[in-house]
């Protein structure tokens, strides 16, 4: 089992910046590659970021290119998200993932059926 908790959500203004974590704890976080998803109230889970297990490789999609920046320190089994220039549409509660090793995330990163574990979630309110 893996057990993940985000942290570093909260309120800011729009055009200002958060930085989340996601701290991992059971089996060998290295193992893992990582994700960043999202929910909006009346929307459904969107994908915001990945990162494969070594750090080799991230992923991202339009709306969070040039703003979001994913990142991880496997000696201290964290994953960060760097979120800069935010936006009243980026409010919503931020989940961290963890996907197996195995899997190929480089066509797979966007769906949420390729991770295994989830952590509770983090909110992250953008004011205008």
């Known amino acids: 089992q893996v057990q993940l908790v985000e942290s570093g959500g909260g309120l800011v203004q729009a055009g200002g910046s958060l930085r989340l974590s996601c701290a991992a704890s059971?089996?060998?976080?290295?193992?893992?590659?990582m994700g960043w998803f999202r929910r909006a109230p009346g929307k459904e889970r969107e994908f915001v970021a990945a990162?494969?297990?070594?750090?080799?490789?991230?992923y991202y999609v339009g709306p969070m290119k040039g703003r979001f920046t994913i990142s991880r320190d496997n000696a201290k089994n964290t994953v960060f998200l760097q979120m800069n220039s935010l936006k009243p549409e980026d409010t919503a509660v931020y989940y961290c993932a963890a996907a197996p090793m195995r899997s190929d995330l480089s066509s797979n990163y966007r769906y949420t059926t390729s991770y295994e574990y989830w952590g509770p979630g983090t909110q992250v309110t953008v004011s205008s």
């Open positions: 990162i494969t297990w070594s750090g080799g490789s991230t």
């Open positions: 059971g089996r060998t976080f290295s193992r893992y590659h």
